[in-house]
């Protein structure tokens, strides 16, 4: 024989916090494997970046300051650098092309090109070389200074030939 001392409207009222209790104790146990499998997930996430993805970074990184130091050597050296000119064409152009009755005195040399200085007996002389020089392909030709000197036969002139890279005239 069974004997509860229990009433029974306070049996009703406790009747539904049976699965209460059962669903908050699943709850709590969806949380926690949820909390493991995240915390695992993770781990695993962190140890593929440090074992993988950490030193591809790092040569990407050491790539990347290479590339920005040479760069920067580059730029200084576009800077600080002058035009080069080829000596020996520019001054084959200039030899082979000056004009009779110019007499060259000096050839100094300019950034990207030279100044030759010399004397002549026609003023119209050094133009006519200026305009073969241009002729043949110099980026820039110009008589300077032109002074000619009252009751002397010779007029002295100077000529700036400016030259493009590599090939000052082609002849």
Known sequence: MKCNLV???????????RPARWGLLALALI????????QVQLRREKAYYTDFLYPV???IRSRNDQLRQ?????QKAAK????HVSWPSLLVSLALSKPEGIVVQKVSGRPGGAL???????????QQWQKYLQQQGV???AVVRMQPQHGAGEVPFSLEVIGDEGNAAAT
């Open 7 to 17: 009433p029974c409207e306070y049996r009703r009222q406790q009747a539904w916090m």
């Open 116 to 126: 030759v200085e010399g004397v002549t007996a026609s003023p119209s002389l050094p």
């Open 57 to 59: 970074q790092e040569k």
């Open 80 to 83: 600080g650098q002058e035009r």
């Open 139 to 141: 980026k820039r030709a």
């Open 31 to 38: 949380f926690l494997v949820l909390t493991v499998f995240f």
């Open 70 to 74: 040479g760069e920067a050597l580059v």
